[in-house]
């Protein structure tokens, strides 16, 4: 059983930055795409980062327009953990953050297979 365990998540500051990180067990990590989503108060659940698995020329990033050079996915493979780096946060950054993991690339969250229990991010003004 895989299982995801999102850790990092808090209150920051416009222009703050925090580091969120997800922590996988139970499944073959270095072979998994994963992302991070987040969803806003009665708002959809969105794509922000994904990242897929590291190859012999590296890991490919993808990110949503909305945190392009404000946010960067990495990941760990030795310790099974993928991190989010934010930096320049706002307001708007303010949602439940999830990480998931999925066996095949893709920023539309129903295409991701296991997910974690969210961690909340909230940037004040």
């Known amino acids: 059983q895989v299982q995801l365990v999102e850790s990092g998540g808090g209150l920051a500051q416009t222009g703050g930055s925090l580091r969120l990180s997800c922590a996988v067990s139970g499944g073959t990590f270095s072979s998994y795409f994963m992302g991070w989503f987040r969803q806003a108060a009665g708002k959809e659940r969105m794509f922000v980062a994904a990242?897929?698995?590291?190859?012999?020329?590296?890991?490919?990033?993808d990110y949503a327009d909305s945190v392009k050079g404000r946010f960067t996915i990495s990941r760990v493979n030795a310790k099974n953990t993928v991190y989010l780096q934010m930096n320049s946060l706002k307001p708007e950054d303010t949602a439940i953050y999830y990480c998931a993991a999925s066996r095949g690339k893709g920023t539309d969250p129903t295409g991701y297979d296991y997910w974690g229990q969210g961690t909340q991010v909230n940037v004040s003004s």
């Open positions: 990242i897929s698995p590291i190859t012999w020329s590296g890991a490919s990033t």
